[in-house]
């Protein structure tokens, strides 16, 4: 049992007997039906995926035949052995996920600082007006 935010991840391993593995299952759950913080509550509504992604793993483990064409950018895909073997067996889920990051553009620093003294100016004659309340 980890803790939550104690920097070690964890992972399920499940092993079928007999047979040869091909391919590995990854998912990336990122909620449990229960808060992060140390009190670990129940959430109301274990329903939504976004609060819950344990019923979803157990249905797509069970056809987990139909990931193999998911991208590794999606929360659930598969690893070829020939993939695990070439990062010495390492069965990270970081180690396969690719991240997509999405650029986002900014105004140019003048227009941010022009923006900032503007609502500085702002600021200050709300002062003022508050300031002649008072008197």
Do not use: C
């Amino acid at each position: 049992m980890f803790k939550p935010y104690a920097g070690v991840s964890t992972g399920i391993l499940i092993f079928s007997k007999g047979g040869t593995t091909r391919d590995v299952f990854f998912y990336d759950v990122k909620a449990d039906g229960f808060s992060l913080d140390d009190k670990r509550t129940k959430f109301a509504d274990q329903e939504k995926h976004e609060n819950n992604n344990l019923p979803d793993v157990l249905a797509r483990w069970r056809n987990r035949e139909n990931e193999k064409d998911n991208p590794r950018t999606a929360q659930a895909f598969v690893v070829t052995k020939a993939d695990i073997v070439k990062e010495n067996y390492d069965l990270s889920i970081n180690r396969y996920k690719e991240t997509v990051y999405e650029a986002v553009e900014y105004a140019a620093p003048k227009v941010i600082l022009g923006e900032l003294k503007n609502l500085e100016i702002e600021i200050q004659n709300d002062l003022r007006e508050l300031e002649a309340m008072l008197v």
